[in-house]
């Protein structure tokens, strides 16, 4: 079963930056597409940013679009999360996921234990 471990979160004021990442163990980190997806207190969660097998392709959410930037190193075994000009409202617990396929779809079969991060105004 592979893991995954998410790390980089923490306390940053607005407009400050921080980088998330997730490492993968005991797998084929290379064939699979990647996710970033978050969750703040009393709501669902969303979606934030994806990754294919081969980094060539990304998607965001429009909340982070032109903030965040996800990246992927497979000799590594690690994704990022790039976060820029954080807002209060990207305060939440960040969780990556392995994708079923090469390509982002809406599956995720592998979830992280997440990583909080708390942004103040």
């Known amino acids: 079963q592979v893991q995954l471990v998410e790390s980089g979160g923490g306390l940053v004021q607005a407009g400050g930056s921080l980088r998330l990442s997730c490492t993968a163990s005991?797998?084929?980190?290379?064939?699979?597409?990647m996710g970033w997806f978050r969750q703040a207190p009393g709501k669902e969660r969303e979606f934030v940013a994806a990754i294919s097998y081969s980094g060539s392709s990304t998607h965001y959410a429009d909340s982070v679009k032109g903030r965040f930037t996800i990246s992927r190193d497979n000799a590594k075994n690690t994704v990022w999360l790039q976060m820029n000009s954080l807002k209060p409202e990207d305060t939440a617990v960040y969780y990556c996921?392995?994708?079923?396929?090469?390509?982002?779809?809406?599956?995720?079969?592998?979830w992280g234990q997440g990583t909080q991060v708390t942004v103040s105004s």
């Open positions: 005991l797998r084929t980190f290379s064939n699979y597409a």
């Open positions: 996921a392995e994708g079923e396929s090469r390509y982002p779809t809406d599956e995720y079969d592998v």
